[in-house]
C-alpha cells in the first residue's frame, strides 16, 4: 500500500514567492496533520484536518500560511509571501480514527529553502 | 496542556552496548505515549505505543519502553546497539487536547560508534 505522499521533496525559492506543498494521505485515513520541523523547534503541528475539516489551526505561524483540503485524498499548505524564517522540513501525516490512537503515517517530507 | 521533555539532545553509545534514550512528559489525563524514530532525509515512523494495559511495551528492532506513572517516565531501551540503530529517536504523548493531539519531544539523535 502506498504511504503519505509529500510533494516537492524539495523546494529553493526566493523570499516573496508563494510556495504550495502538497500532500495525499493514506487511502481510509480520515486525519491530516500539517507539522513543521526546525532545528530550534523541533516538530510543530501547524494545522490538523479531521474528514476534510480543520479542527485546529492554532499552530499556524500567521497569516501567510493557509491550508486547505478539498477531499479526502488531497491537502495543500501555501505560504504567501515567504520569508527565510519559513525555511524548515515540512511533514503531512494521516492517521485513522480522528487520530484517537496518536499513530501517526508521516510522509518523507518538503525541504523548503527560503533565500 | 501535555509536553514531552526529552533528556539529551545527542546520545553516543558503543556497538553491541545498552542503548537508554529518557523521556519524561507532563498530562492532565491519562496519556498515550509513543517513541517515534526518523532516519535521515525520511518521514517519522512509529516504534512503539503505550495506551493502556501492560506497562512494558516492545516495538521494533528489539526496542522497549516501560511507562512508570509515578515517574511520568517512558523511557527506550535496547539492550545491544546496531550500526543501523543511528537515528533520531522522538518521544510524542497524546490523550489531553480534544481530539488526542500528539506532542512530540524535541528528539534525541543517536550516534553508535563501531
Known amino acids: 500500500d502506498a504511504g503519505v505522499i509529500q510533494s516537492p521533496r524539495h523546494e529553493v525559492t526566493e523570499m516573496g514567492q508563494e510556495v504550495t506543498l502538497r500532500c495525499k494521505p493514506i487511502s481510509g485515513h480520515n486525519s491530516l496533520f500539517w507539522y513543521r520541523q526546525t532545528m530550534m523547534r523541533g516538530l510543530e503541528l501547524l494545522i490538523y484536518f479531521n474528514n476534510n475539516v480543520p479542527i485546529d489551526d492554532s499552530g499556524m505561524p500567521e497569516d501567510r500560511f493557509s491550508a486547505k483540503m478539498p477531499n479526502a485524498s488531497f491537502s495543500t499548505l501555501k505560504i504567501q509571501p515567504s520569508e527565510p524564517r519559513d525555511s524548515a522540513v515540512y511533514f503531512c501525516?494521516?492517521?485513522?480514527?480522528?487520530?484517537?490512537?496518536?499513530?501517526?503515517?508521516f510522509g518523507e517530507g518538503s525541504r523548503l529553502t527560503v533565500l | 496542556a501535555q509536553s514531552v521533555t526529552q533528556l539529551g539532545s545527542h546520545v553516543s553509545v558503543s556497538e553491541g552496548a545498552l542503548v537508554l534514550l529518557r523521556c519524561n512528559y507532563s498530562s492532565s489525563v491519562p496519556p498515550y505515549l509513543f517513541w517515534y524514530v526518523q532516519y535521515p532525509n525520511q518521514g517519522l515512523q512509529l516504534l512503539l505505543k503505550?495506551?493502556?494495559?501492560?506497562?512494558l511495551v516492545k516495538g521494533i528492532n528489539g526496542f522497549e519502553a516501560e511507562f512508570k506513572k509515578s515517574e511520568t517516565s517512558f523511557h527506550l531501551t535496547k539492550p545491544s546497539a546496531h550500526m543501523s540503530d543511528a537515528a533520531e529517536y522522538f518521544c510524542?504523548?497524546?490523550?489531553?487536547?480534544?481530539?488526542?493531539?500528539?506532542?512530540f519531544g524535541i528528539g534525541t539523535k543517536l550516534q553508535v560508534i563501531p
Open positions: 510524542a504523548v497524546s490523550g489531553d487536547g480534544g481530539y488526542q493531539k500528539v506532542t
Open positions: 503505550y495506551t493502556t494495559g501492560a506497562t
Open positions: 501525516a494521516s492517521s485513522p480514527e480522528g487520530g484517537r490512537t496518536g499513530e501517526l503515517f
